[in-house]
């Protein structure tokens, strides 16, 4: 396992649903709350973990950076000291960043994984920060919090969220009712483009991986979400039209059952007890 020096620590973790355990976890800047609307499609068959990055909504905020590999280090202690037993795992933008990793540092925790509007490391994928400085982020970042919760919602990062109403409203509540420690999301920020400068060696996961992404996605488009997939020896790819970013939230339940649809297939007959 890699990264045996780190130790995780406990997350806050919303639970619904009864059957196999699936974890979510969330992307940049965002709590559990962000995949609440696709949890409500996958805990009709599983048991479906959302837990908060550390230093992000209920988690604690310890002090001084850390890395993706923490964050999924994180993730592991959930399967650990509560689960007990391999997981599915799925992880949207920057949370399959940790998805990625724990792939890597742990495959034989995870049954199969979900990546959803991501990207990988190494100099193979277009970068977020090609176009977003840190001194950038920092600007966005000080705005008063309905200001950056309406920019984040533009066009500039979601240009079909509009066309979605429903959706709009809820990613605005959301945003509005949650607004996040902004030096946490500073080490966010700073995590992922460590994760950039280095590739993962993708082309050693034996695990089946469904890669999604909207085919308007202007954050990590659709050729980043398709070299993903076809890096993965069992990866395969399910683009969904007319919706970008957060295409999870805009068709929630098209994209919900596509999920089921994978991980069924893939779903062993008996779990055996981590060792």
């Not at 923490?70 to 998805?99: C, E, N, R, Y």
Request: net charge negative; with cysteine; proline share 9%.
């Amino acid at each position: 396992m890699e990264a045996t020096h780190r130790t995780g620590i406990p997350l806050y973790c919303q639970r619904s649903g009864i059957g196999p355990p699936l974890i979510g976890i969330a992307g940049f800047g965002c709590a559990h709350w962000l995949l609440q609307p696709l949890a409500a499609h996958l805990e009709t068959r599983y048991s479906v973990w959302l837990p908060d990055h550390r230093g992000i909504g209920r988690s604690p905020k310890p002090k001084g950076p850390f890395d993706i590999e923490d964050l999924a280090t994180d993730i592991l202690k959930i399967i650990h000291d509560h689960i007990k037993t391999p997981v599915h795992l799925l992880g949207v933008s920057m949370g399959g960043f940790v998805v990625q990793k724990l792939m890597t540092m742990a495959p034989e925790h995870i049954k199969t994984a979900a990546i959803l509007c991501s990207t990988s490391g190494g100099p193979r994928f277009r970068p977020l920060f090609t176009y977003w400085s840190a001194e950038q982020m920092r600007r966005v970042l000080a705005m008063d919090p309905d200001r950056y919760a309406r920019w984040i919602l533009e066009p500039v990062v979601s240009p079909r969220l509009a066309s979605h109403p429903d959706a709009f409203e809820y990613m605005l509540h959301q945003r509005l009712s949650h607004p996040e420690d902004l030096q946490q999301v500073m080490e966010q920020y700073h995590a992922m483009a460590r994760f950039f400068s280095k590739a993962i060696a993708l082309e050693t996961v034996d695990i089946p991986v469904w890669v999604g992404c909207g085919e308007q996605d202007p954050v990590f488009p659709v050729a980043n979400s398709r070299l993903l997939a076809q890096l993965l020896p069992k990866g395969e790819l399910t683009l969904f039209p007319e919706t970008d970013h957060l295409f999870f939230v805009e068709k929630p339940g098209e994209v919900g059952q596509s999920l089921l649809d994978f991980f069924s297939r893939h779903e062993p007959r008996n779990d055996h007890p981590i060792r």
